[in-house]
């Protein structure tokens, strides 16, 4: 059965329809980009997924999530399939941090949360020990002081590392991110995208990553979803997409960032 399936998903406000109807399905440990300009409705289809639309939003049509249905669904329904099932990356780490508490102690909620659900009881020091296993396994130094630190007294980086963390750690087996690394500089861009592809893949989870940056959802994804204006224009392996785009508009999409590789490398533009 297929991990996640969406069929004819649409997105509503009140004034308009602003994703008009997304079918697509994701295999367990498959990873899956969804790319497009901004305002395409990649969010919102990705939002959909785990029933976290803004309020005044609606959705309709089908989303199978595990094999439940979130579409329509109360809350009470929703939270066991979040973290459980899916978890979020967003594009700033702060959305998912309380300003007001130490990043040990959020990195303990979804530890302990998971241990609930797995019926493992878990002492102070089994804790510690995960905690400090996470950090690692998100390569932060200094793991001490960052347990104790509150989230403005590490790095956007690091501040990013811990909730990539904190998303894993709940156990998930689908991991949405969107747009994991745009807050951040290029350099530590490309160092958080290659360790969330590398513990995506060594965990064996799916991926559902949204990007406008179809070179990176090209490295790192098997699959490619490109939206416009809440639509779907062409699907097809990453690879595929980006060398040989069929659709006029990923013709631009990729045009645009060929241009933009050749400047930053120093070469003319065609
Ligand atoms: N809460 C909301 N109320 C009304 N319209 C909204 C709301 N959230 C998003 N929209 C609109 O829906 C459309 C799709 O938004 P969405 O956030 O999914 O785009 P996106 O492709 O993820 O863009 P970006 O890359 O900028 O995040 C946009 O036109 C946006 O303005």
């Given at each position: 059965?297929?991990?996640?399936?969406l069929?004819?998903l649409?997105?509503?406000?009140?004034?308009?329809?602003?994703?008009?109807?997304v079918?697509?399905?994701?295999?367990?440990?498959?990873?899956?980009?969804?790319?497009?300009?901004?305002?395409?409705?990649?969010?919102?289809?990705?939002?959909s997924?785990?029933?976290?639309?803004?309020?005044?939003?609606?959705?309709?049509g089908?989303?199978?999530?595990?094999?439940?249905?979130?579409?329509?669904?109360?809350?009470?329904?929703?939270?066991?399939?979040?973290?459980?099932?899916?978890?979020?990356?967003?594009?700033?780490?702060?959305?998912?941090?309380?300003?007001?508490?130490?990043?040990?102690?959020?990195?303990?909620?979804?530890?302990?949360?998971?241990?609930?659900?797995?019926?493992?009881?878990?002492?102070?020091?089994?804790?510690?020990?995960?905690?400090?296993?996470?950090?690692?396994?998100?390569?932060?130094?200094?793991?001490?002081?960052?347990?104790?630190?509150?989230?403005?007294?590490?790095?956007?980086?690091?501040?990013?590392?811990?909730?990539?963390?904190?998303?894993?750690?709940?156990?998930?087996?689908?991991?949405?991110?969107?747009?994991?690394?745009?807050?951040?500089?290029?350099?530590?861009?490309?160092?958080?995208?290659?360790?969330?592809?590398?513990?995506?893949?060594?965990?064996?989870?799916?991926?559902?990553?949204?990007?406008?940056?179809?070179?990176?959802?090209?490295?790192?994804?098997?699959?490619?979803?490109?939206?416009?204006?809440?639509?779907?224009?062409?699907?097809?392996?990453?690879?595929?997409?980006?060398?040989?785009?069929?659709?006029?508009?990923?013709?631009?999409?990729?045009?645009?960032?060929?241009?933009?590789?050749?400047?930053?490398?120093?070469?003319?533009?065609?």
């Open positions: 059965m297929s991990l996640l399936t069929r004819d649409r997105v509503a406000s009140a004034a308009k329809e602003l994703v008009h109807g079918s697509f399905t994701l295999e367990p440990g498959e990873q899956l980009g969804l790319v497009g300009e901004s305002g395409s409705g990649k969010s919102l289809t990705a939002m997924v785990v029933g976290l639309l803004a309020t005044g939003l609606r959705a309709s089908s989303v199978l999530l595990g094999g439940q249905e979130v579409v329509g669904q109360p809350d009470r329904r929703l939270v066991p399939l979040r973290g459980a099932v899916a978890s979020v990356v967003f594009q700033d780490p702060r959305s998912a941090l309380d300003p007001l508490m130490r990043l040990g102690r959020q990195l303990a909620e979804p530890i302990r949360r998971r241990a609930a659900r797995e019926g493992r009881a878990l002492t102070a020091s089994a804790l510690k020990a995960e905690q400090l296993q996470w950090l690692d396994r998100v390569a932060i130094a200094e793991p001490e002081r960052i347990l104790a630190a509150f989230p403005h007294e590490v790095s956007g980086g690091q501040r990013q590392r811990i909730a990539i963390a904190m998303a894993l750690a709940c156990g998930p087996r689908l991991l949405i991110a969107d747009e994991p690394t745009t807050a951040l500089d290029v350099t530590t861009q490309a160092e958080v995208l290659d360790l969330l592809d590398g513990l995506v893949k060594a965990e064996g989870l799916a991926l559902l990553f949204i990007s406008h940056d179809l070179p990176v959802v090209a490295r790192i994804t098997d699959r490619v979803i490109v939206m416009r204006q809440g639509d779907v224009v062409e699907e097809g392996p990453a690879r595929r997409v980006f060398t040989r785009p069929a659709h006029e508009y990923t013709k631009a999409l990729v045009g645009a960032a060929r241009r933009l590789e050749a400047a930053l490398a120093g070469d003319e533009l065609p």
